[in-house]
T-cell receptor, first 113, second 115 residues
């Protein structure tokens, strides 16, 4: 079945540091890939997405590229801020839409001033 | 344009009681998904519903759990005879009809505590 493996946390960085959170997946066909962010006490917000190989999703300075050859969708940001402290989830949606999302376990990021 | 609305935000139940969690999808959305998040874990799919139909309930426990999405009104996730292991955050998501992009919009969740 489909699965997502995400870098274990927690991750602690200083402000303006470079961020990478690794995500790899197992799926048949061509799934859609997502990064969601969860701030403390809140629900999940869609951060970015990619629907086909070599697509790059980007939002709020975060980027991730859909790599079919390495089945990866790593999240990166060049310079993190304290306000980026949250839990980040990589997720996969089966080809064709209207299907359940499969989530990684989440990576907690803390950014210190 | 309101987002996905879930209530209550927090629910406390004693063992053996029933829990009812409500979810109103975004306007125009007819697909509803329920997920459960256990402490320190990612979200696990429970059930996918369209109006008056259960499409996929492969993630639902076989006993005590049920879900519905009636023609009128919110979707309800019902847990009968709750046990401590049911303590978790339950998230609802919705998507519009005919969507092929897998994008789901999440509510803020209901945090269930079983005493």
């Amino acid at each position: 079945g489909n699965s997502v493996t995400q870098m274990e946390g927690p991750v602690t960085l200083s402000e303006e540091a470079f961020l990478t959170i690794n995500c790899t997946y197992t799926a048949t066909g061509y799934p859609s890939l997502f990064w969601y962010v969860q701030y403390p006490g809140e629900g999940l917000q869609l951060l970015l997405k990619a629907t086909k190989a070599d697509d790059k999703g980007s939002n709020k300075g975060f980027e991730a590229t859909y790599r079919k050859e390495t089945t990866s969708f790593h999240l990166e940001k060049g310079s993190v801020q304290v306000s980026d402290s949250a839990v980040y989830f990589c997720a996969l949606g089966a080809q064709g839409g209207s299907e359940k999302l499969v989530f990684g376990k989440g990576t907690k990021l803390t950014v210190n001033p | 344009n309101a987002g996905v609305m879930q209530n209550p935000r927090h629910l406390v139940r004693r063992r053996g009681q029933e829990a009812r969690l409500r979810c109103s999808p975004m306007k125009g959305h007819s697909h509803v998904y329920w997920y459960r998040q256990l402490p320190e874990e990612g979200l696990k799919f429970m059930v996918y519903l369209q109006k008056e139909n259960i499409i996929d309930e492969s993630g639902m426990p076989k006993e005590r759990f049920s879900a519905e999405f009636p023609k009128e009104g919110p979707s309800i996730l019902r847990i009968q005879q709750v046990v401590r292991g049911d303590s978790a955050a339950y998230f609802c998501a919705s998507s519009p009809p005919g969507s092929h992009s897998n994008i789901q919009y999440f509510g803020a969740g209901t945090r269930l505590s079983v005493l």
